[in-house]
């Protein structure tokens, strides 16, 4: 800017010495030293008023433009499948429902019911407790000659993500009475014994003795091998569990690592809606290890808020993400 300064006001003296009077510059009209702001002269540039024309990221520059939401039938897909992935990671890792299918477990659990089983607490370890109702696979043919249903496709998707109990599965449900350890006896019509103690057993279906008189396996004195479980039905006189299946490979145990895990609630129908606590049976002295059953009663709601907790945080990092696109 100096030099062309220098340059307008020397053209100005030569003609003074020309004879010509001396012009004074108009600020206004000499573009060489206004500042970039004002128009150039000849009337190129842009008005006084456009901002600049920069590709900047001064002050001046305009804000970019919010991205435009996504309509809501893109955004389903999303939802979906998100869904459906934590429906998976629920049934695999947390919760899983399983329907009754027999009158064995009455009046505990009646046919037709629903039940939620937790299926974290044996990821950390903890395996069944005497008084746990609990669902297994069949351990060698239990359920040979069960009528089995042909579930549609429906029924087989929901199946698969956990929202449907598995009609394909081959899978019980039975009381524990018995641990790795125990010795189990039934002499007559009762009652039932567990380490030589006399068990009182309220939650047997009305009418029905707690032991068996039959020679199928209704009268018996067992060992329970570590690594093992012996379960049998509320419904004693109703109900094929480990007492009648003494021939099998396992001799009528049940391995540990065939449990899928403690049924926790009575979730269908609602009027019969509650939880299945371990029954104060099992609370006599030398019956129970009871800091290890505390421990699988509180894992479980751990498990369930767990399970209600992820799709929370999945949430608020979804609006944090859309909030920072539109600020």
């Given amino acids: 800017m100096g030099d062309v300064a220098v340059g307008a006001r020397s053209g100005h003296d030569g003609e003074e010495h020309r004879g010509h009077p001396v012009e004074t510059a ?7 030293v206004t500042s970039g702001s004002d128009p150039v002269a000849g009337g190129e540039g842009p008005p006084a008023d456009e901002p600049p024309r920069g590709g900047g990221d001064g002050p001046g520059d305009p804000a970019p433009k919010a991205k ?7 955004e389903l897909p999303i939802l979906i499948g998100i869904a459906l992935v934590l429906a998976l990671l629920i049934k695999t890792f947390l919760v899983q429902a399983f329907s009754i299918p027999s009158a064995s477990m ?6 037709g019911d629903r039940v939620l089983v937790d299926k ?5 370890g903890s395996e069944p407790e005497r008084g746990e109702v609990v669902v297994f696979h069949d351990p060698d043919n239990w359920l040979a000659g069960e009528a089995t249903t042909d579930p549609n496709a429906l029924q087989t998707f929901l199946s698969w993500i956990g929202l449907m109990p598995s009609a394909e599965e081959k899978d019980l449900i039975k009381r524990v009475v018995g641990v790795g350890g125990d010795t189990v006896s039934c002499k007559g019509t009762g009652p039932l014994t567990v380490n030589g103690k006399a068990l009182d057993e309220p939650y047997v279906y009305p009418g029905n003795t707690p032991c068996s008189q039959d020679d199928q396996g209704g009268q018996f004195s ?5 690594g093992f479980i012996w379960v049998m039905g509320d419904h004693r006189q109703n109900s094929r569990d480990s007492r009648y299946n003494q ?11 065939q449990v899928v895990g403690r049924a926790i609630v009575k979730a269908w129908p609602i009027n019969r809606w509650g939880t299945l606590p371990v029954p104060d049976t099992f609370d006599q002295s030398g019956l129970n290890n009871q800091s290890s059953a505390a421990a699988a009663l509180t894992v479980a709601p751990e498990g369930l808020a767990l399970a209600g907790a992820v ?7 979804r609006r944090a993400v859309a909030q920072s696109e539109n600020g």
């Fill in 26 to 32: 108009d600020p206004a009209g000499d573009g060489a």
């Fill in 68 to 74: 435009k939401p996504r309509s809501f039938w893109k």
């Fill in 106 to 111: 009455e009046n505990t659990l009646k046919e």
């Fill in 120 to 124: 974290l607490t044996p990821w950390f």
């Fill in 222 to 226: 067992v060992k329970v091998p570590k």
């Fill in 247 to 257: 021939s099998d490979k396992n001799h009528g145990m049940v391995p540990v690592d």
């Fill in 311 to 317: 799709p929370v945080v999945l949430w608020r990092r």
